[in-house]
């Protein structure tokens, strides 16, 4: 039993049922969760998957002993690349409403497209370098390229404020991710 609760198999299979249900509920009930639901949750799910994954090193340093912060120490990587799917599903929704290169363009100017996709663009690389092999080859400057997650999450955020119908939600989690990035810089230097 501790062996599946160890697998990264199940890990995976947890963090894919919010997308799966988001499939399933746009497939099966169109009309009643349609695009906007779609883009929601999943950019939901890729903000708090990230929020979870800056949330780690504050943990580990306040909790260095305790089995959930190590847990999450060892699946980092994890929890980050889950982020990138639901980005990556969130910009692929976007992309099917607007069907055309020409519209996509079009909107590029807006500045919470623009943070969107300027978010996206940093976590790409993180998500392709997200393995051992990247690790090994890449040694000290896989740390260095890895803390692109810091602007990339702010222009996440960015884009999730600006882009929100009521931004009262965004703004909490902006004050959340505030809170962990505070916390973090304040038990580094400690």
């Given at each position: 039993m501790s062996r599946l609760l160890a697998s990264r198999y199940l890990l995976w299979f947890i963090l894919a049922l919010p997308g799966l249900r988001l499939a399933g509920r746009w497939q099966f009930t169109p009309d009643a969760y349609g695009y906007g639901h779609a883009i929601a949750d999943s950019g939901d799910w890729a903000a708090w998957l990230l929020m979870v994954t800056l949330a780690v090193t504050p943990l580990r340093l306040l909790f260095r002993?305790?089995?959930?912060?190590?847990?999450?120490?060892?699946?980092?990587?994890?929890?980050?690349?889950?982020s990138f799917a639901y980005a990556l599903l969130h910009t692929g929704v976007y992309l099917w409403k607007k069907?055309?290169?020409?519209?996509?363009?079009?909107?590029?100017?807006?500045?919470?497209?623009?943070?969107?996709?300027?978010?996206?663009?940093?976590?790409?690389?993180?998500?392709?370098?997200?393995?051992?092999?990247?690790?090994r080859a890449l040694k000290r400057s896989w740390k260095t390229l890895h803390r692109l997650v810091y602007p990339a999450a702010v222009l996440t955020f960015l884009h999730w404020v600006w882009s929100a119908f009521?931004?009262?939600?965004?703004?909490?989690?902006?004050?959340?991710?505030?809170?962990?990035?505070?916390?973090?810089?304040?038990?580094?230097?400690?």
């Amino acid at each position: 039993m501790s062996r599946l609760l160890a697998s990264r198999y199940l890990l995976w299979f947890i963090l894919a049922l919010p997308g799966l249900r988001l499939a399933g509920r746009w497939q099966f009930t169109p009309d009643a969760y349609g695009y906007g639901h779609a883009i929601a949750d999943s950019g939901d799910w890729a903000a708090w998957l990230l929020m979870v994954t800056l949330a780690v090193t504050p943990l580990r340093l306040l909790f260095r002993k305790s089995a959930v912060a190590k847990w999450l120490v060892r699946h980092r990587r994890d929890l980050g690349v889950a982020s990138f799917a639901y980005a990556l599903l969130h910009t692929g929704v976007y992309l099917w409403k607007k069907g055309t290169l020409e519209l996509v363009l079009a909107e590029m100017g807006e500045g919470f497209i623009l943070a969107g996709w300027l978010a996206f663009a940093l976590f790409l690389p993180l998500a392709i370098t997200s393995n051992d092999a990247s690790m090994r080859a890449l040694k000290r400057s896989w740390k260095t390229l890895h803390r692109l997650v810091y602007p990339a999450a702010v222009l996440t955020f960015l884009h999730w404020v600006w882009s929100a119908f009521d931004p009262t939600t965004a703004w909490i989690h902006v004050g959340i991710l505030a809170a962990i990035e505070g916390l973090r810089i304040w038990l580094q230097r400690r």
